[in-house]
């Protein structure tokens, strides 16, 4: 059981530490906590970029100090050709966001490209910094402690259920459904090239035309049957993809993952 005190103890730093650093921003900008004017009690809000950074530091200190292990291995090396895997993921991410939009445009006959925009360029690195803190705090180091523990199997179901249920207070039943499908998409492409870059940039293409089509906010029943069916359809084609990781991932995920 020592990997559950693993997982544990890494999503209790993350939120512990974002409150702590949350409420020290606070204090340095605003000179003073700040309070619900109605009620006198605290409301303190965790900074978006506190909360990526924090996942980024508390993944790297586990890994180096924790496991023992190369810095490398989380998945987030520099070798030559993770920008090749994150553009491509980018590629693949806007391609089922735009074929979920024109299956939803004929599911429902509502055009959902005539509501473009060009706002969401402003947001980019807000999207970005998005997608690589819950890639890192779902697909990154607690992926690695299950797939070591229970198996790869098992450990792909359990980070897919736990990306659903973290967006069903948004979504319900059916949304968490549908993005625990997503889920198992992204970790198919973790296992697939060893590394992260890949689950990034598709994270980051889906959400980033999703905000450009205005997209966020519909969750109709056709919404979802449209995007389970691409998500499949994808599913299938990222297992077919001729695609394969780079020799430094391969060796640094078969040394210190995968167990024999």
Same mark, same amino acid.
């Given at each position: 059981?020592?990997?559950?005190?693993?997982?544990?103890?890494?999503?209790?730093?993350?939120?512990?530490?974002?409150?702590?650093?949350?409420?020290?921003?606070?204090?340095?900008?605003?000179?003073?906590?700040?309070?619900?004017?109605?009620?006198?009690?605290?409301?303190?809000?965790?900074?978006?970029?506190?909360?990526?950074?924090?996942?980024?530091?508390?993944?790297?200190?586990?890994?180096?100090? +924790?496991?023992?292990?190369?810095?490398?291995?989380?998945?987030? /090396?520099?070798?030559?050709? *993770?920008?090749?895997?994150?553009?491509?993921?980018?590629?693949?991410?806007?391609?089922?966001?735009?074929?979920?939009?024109?299956?939803? *445009?004929?599911?429902?006959?509502?055009?959902?490209?005539?509501?473009?925009? !060009?706002?969401?360029?402003?947001?980019?690195?807000?999207?970005?910094?998005?997608?690589?803190?819950?890639?890192?705090?779902?697909?990154?180091?607690?992926?690695?402690?299950?797939?070591?523990?229970?198996?790869?199997?098992?450990?792909? +179901?359990?980070?897919?259920?736990?990306?659903?249920?973290?967006?069903?207070?948004?979504?319900?039943?059916?949304?968490?459904?549908?993005?625990?499908?997503?889920?198992?998409?992204?970790?198919?492409?973790?296992?697939?090239?060893?590394?992260?870059?890949?689950?990034?940039?598709? /994270?980051?293409?889906?959400?980033?035309?999703?905000?450009?089509?205005?997209?966020?906010?519909?969750?109709?029943?056709?919404?979802?049957?449209?995007?389970?069916?691409?998500?499949?359809?994808?599913?299938?084609?990222?297992?077919?993809?001729?695609?394969?990781?780079?020799?430094? !991932?391969?060796?640094? *995920?078969?040394?210190?993952?995968?167990?024999?």
């Amino acid at each position: 059981m020592w990997w559950g005190f693993k997982l544990a103890g890494f999503f209790v730093a993350i939120l512990g530490l974002s409150l702590v650093f949350s409420l020290l921003v606070n204090l340095w900008s605003q000179k003073a906590l700040p309070r619900d004017p109605s009620t006198g009690k605290l409301n303190i809000k965790v900074d978006p970029w506190i909360l990526a950074l924090v996942v980024l530091g508390t993944s790297l200190l586990m890994v180096r100090y +924790l496991d023992h292990r190369p810095l490398a291995s989380l998945g987030l /090396h520099f070798y030559s050709s *993770w920008w090749m895997e994150l553009a491509l993921g980018i590629v693949f991410g806007s391609a089922m966001l735009i074929s979920m939009a024109t299956l939803l *445009w004929a599911f429902s006959r509502q055009n959902p490209f005539m509501k473009f925009s !060009m706002t969401p360029y402003s947001t980019l690195l807000s999207h970005l910094r998005g997608s690589l803190g819950e890639e890192l705090a779902v697909r990154g180091y607690p992926l690695q402690v299950l797939i070591d523990a229970l198996g790869t199997y098992p450990a792909l +179901l359990a980070t897919s259920a736990f990306f659903g249920l973290l967006h069903y207070r948004d979504q319900r039943l059916i949304g968490a459904i549908d993005t625990g499908l997503v889920g198992l998409l992204l970790a198919t492409t973790i296992l697939k090239m060893n590394a992260l870059w890949l689950a990034v940039g598709i /994270h980051f293409g889906w959400n980033f035309v999703e905000a450009l089509l205005s997209l966020g906010e519909v969750t109709s029943r056709e919404r979802y049957l449209a995007e389970m069916m691409v998500i499949v359809l994808f599913w299938l084609l990222l297992i077919l993809l001729p695609i394969q990781p780079h020799p430094e !991932m391969e060796r640094l *995920w078969n040394e210190y993952i995968v167990q024999p």
